[in-house]
């Protein structure tokens, strides 16, 4: 992989010059470090921001790949300038080489005064150390897995979380060009009975690794409490200049950010984040984001190019691999290379490119003539197909998105929705969504979080398909006010291939409209569950003022009724109780029902009560207290009772709960937890061994 620029010059006399070029070819990591910005490496501040997020995602791959519940340390350290004064002392000496140099050679001219210069803001530094508990890395690949820009292991068709497949080599590229310092590395892979430590550098010229150090250490916790006996994962550290906090370029929020959004899209994962200052402590600060679930996505699988998807490019590059692993036909390539093709499909396809091809003709004949290869292409893309299913990729899921923004922004209300598979140029996505009302730390309007192959998108977000979609709806609409209500709106998009949009690669353009009409389906979805769910609390908070104004004025009541029961037992006699007072002491008694033990009493016993003093105000304040607590109670049984009926003849939720002790599977099968108006029922063991409808 080169990179080539020419340039050309004249070599003769005016009249008589003959041009020649030179032909330069530059290294993919030559490329990379001169166009770092393509790769998130702007400037100081946002390259301390890439260097953790590709720290932390390759991380979160290497411990999701085998099925290991993530748990990852990220350290931030304030480098002293004391600790990498061999930089300095490195640009010193050679300035006094120069000096002696002019000396040797004679030189009677002193080097120019240096201009007086402003104050120079100083530059800052600081070692990055993520920890992890994945899979490892195998001893002899580590150098070219490192230190070899474009080589890895993630260069294949299956939905991944690297968007350019650099890694931690663009990081140890700044790192070359800003301390020098090389990456440190510790490894081991499970069961691995040795731990390999690997200091690496670059060479930028050659793109080859530079090896400093290489060893293997016995994995019995000889090395420290950082690497217990047993001990499988990654601990990679870098220094590296940045900008954490310091003026208008740091990026202390954005990591902050960041990593909040990371914990919302991955509930299953542990992480801890510290940054140390030794000149300021009081910066200093540790952070942990806790797992809420041990239910993880399916792992993605590497997939087959779907024939829709393919040009020029991958069908030569897929007729090369099949060339060099030798005896392979038209038929077995068609069948073996690309989904949706099986044996009789592959046959037709050859029958209907015509005379020119065979199925049995080798693959090298094909290479050999272009306009063959032109030919099979334009036949495969303009084919009718099937769409290629979904069932390959790795969503968050609705339940495990539900939890992550429940556990990070504690709204008041929360819904959630998963869209089916959908095809854009070939390639399946998928789209979830979640709105959430209220919350800690979201601003009043719309908090709009986007995430691609579920890792946050933070930068360009007013580009983004997202941001537009969520402008678009008519949040009136569905009872929210999208100036003061704190509305949060996330979406998710998962698929083999993003279709990313600018050199950053950090937002979906919005001019693609079967993902826009995905996004705007899996909204509004989600906006009319809200939209329920606002009505029925507005129900229940009218019924709960009903009850406030009621209260409010009982004791003017009580006081205007027993003024007039006092005033009357005052009087000589009794007043007869007459027909009406009967049919109202009858309809009393059988609402009240009895269960306080309180007994329903006659006017004329009511003023001989209060002739006694047995009643007094605060009796009758108490009792009618008391009948509105159960009058408002009753309402409330029949409003949950009645919405219960309705969620009965919709679609249930599944709810995954961790029990407190493991049981055998019979004994959930069997199981049921009563509540006041719920049951819980149709319990699947978590080891899934056995499944139930619900």
Not at 45 to 70: H, Q
Not at 562 to 587: C, T, W, Y
Not at 671 to 683: D, H, I, L, Q, R
Request: glycine share 6%; net charge positive.
């Amino acid at each position: 992989h080169t990179h080539t620029r020419t340039h050309s010059r004249d070599t003769m006399p005016a009249g008589k010059r003959k041009r020649t070029t030179d032909v330069e070819s530059r290294s993919p990591a030559e490329f990379f470090a001169e166009h770092r910005s393509i790769a998130g490496f702007d400037n100081p501040g946002k390259s301390l921001y890439t260097t953790i997020r590709e720290f932390v995602e390759n991380s979160l791959d290497a411990a999701e790949e085998l099925g290991i519940l993530p748990s990852v340390e990220i350290n931030v350290e304030r480098v002293n300038e004391a600790e990498i004064h061999d930089l300095y002392g490195l640009k010193k000496k050679k300035q006094q080489e120069e000096a002696a140099l002019l000396a040797t050679e004679g030189s009677t001219s002193t080097p120019p005064a240096a201009k007086p210069a402003g104050k120079k803001k100083a530059d800052l530094f600081y070692r990055v150390t993520v920890k992890d508990n994945g899979g490892g890395m195998p001893h002899e690949d580590i150098p070219n897995m490192l230190g070899r820009v474009l080589s890895g292991t993630k260069y294949t068709l299956k939905q991944a979380r690297g968007r350019f497949g650099l890694g931690a080599k663009m990081a140890l590229i700044w790192s070359k060009m800003t301390t020098e310092k090389p990456l440190d590395i510790y490894t081991c892979r499970r069961g691995q009975s040795f731990v390999t430590h690997c200091r690496l550098d670059l060479d930028i010229h050659k793109n080859e690794p530079r090896v400093l150090e290489h060893t293997k250490h016995p994995n019995d916790g000889s090395l420290g409490d950082d690497f217990p006996a047993g001990w499988h994962g990654t601990k990679i550290s870098v220094v590296i200049q940045g900008n954490w906090s310091t003026g208008a370029g740091a990026y202390r929020t954005r990591v902050l950010s960041y990593m909040r959004q990371l914990a919302v899209i991955t509930p299953y994962a542990e992480f801890v984040l510290r940054y140390v200052d030794p000149t300021k402590s009081r910066d200093s600060f540790a952070v942990k984001y806790n797992r809420r679930t041990d239910v993880m996505p399916p792992v993605p699988v590497e997939v087959k190019h779907h024939p829709s998807s393919v040009n020029l490019v991958v069908v030569n590059d897929l007729l090369r691999r099949a060339r060099d692993s030798g005896n392979v036909t038209l038929k077995k390539f068609l069948r073996t290379r690309f989904s949706n093709i099986n044996g009789p499909v592959a046959q037709g396809i050859v029958d209907e490119l015509g005379a020119k091809f065979d199925a049995d003709m080798p693959v090298e004949e094909l290479t050999q003539e272009k306009q063959l290869v032109q030919h099979l292409v334009k036949h495969l893309t303009t084919r009718p197909w099937p769409a290629p299913s979904g069932d390959t990729l790795s969503p968050a899921g609705a339940y495990n998105l539900y939890l992550g923004v429940m556990k990070e922004m504690q709204p008041e209300l929360i819904v959630t929705h998963k869209e089916a598979a959908q095809v854009f140029q070939g390639h399946a996505f998928i789209v979830e969504a979640a709105i959430s009302l209220g919350g800690r730390g979201v601003s009043p309007g719309l908090n709009v979080y986007r995430f691609a192959n579920r890792i946050p998108l933070l930068f360009e977000s007013s580009s983004d398909v997202i941001t537009k979609t969520a402008q678009e709806i008519n949040w009136t609409q569905y009872k929210m006010n999208k100036k003061e209500d704190k509305i949060g709106v996330f979406v998710s998009m998962v698929s083999t291939k993003i279709p990313f949009k600018g050199t950053g690669k950090e937002f979906i353009s919005d001019d693609i409209p079967p993902i826009k009409a995905a996004i705007m389906a899996a909204l509004k979805k989600c906006c009319n569950q809200l939209a329920a769910k606002i009505r029925r609390q507005k129900t229940l908070k009218a019924q709960q003022d009903r009850k406030k104004s009621i209260i409010k004025y009982i004791p003017d009541a009580t006081k205007a009724v027993f003024g007039v029961v006092k005033k009357i037992a005052e009087q000589d006699g009794l007043p007869e109780e007459n027909r009406q007072m009967k049919r109202a002491r009858h309809e009393y008694d059988q609402d009240d029902g009895g269960d306080s033990g309180d007994v329903a009493m006659t006017p004329a016993e009511l003023v001989m009560a209060c002739r006694s003093k047995n009643v007094t105000l605060k009796t009758l304040m108490d009792r009618l207290s008391k009948h509105v607590d159960q009058y408002d109670a009753t309402l409330a049984l029949e409003y949950v009772a009645e919405q219960g009926r309705r969620a009965a003849k919709g679609s249930h939720d599944n709810v995954h709960l961790k029990p407190r002790v493991q049981l055998p599977a019979e004994e959930y099968r069997q199981m049921a937890f009563p509540g006041c108006t719920f049951v819980f029922e149709n319990c699947m063991c978590h080891d899934k061994s056995w499944v139930e409808p619900s």
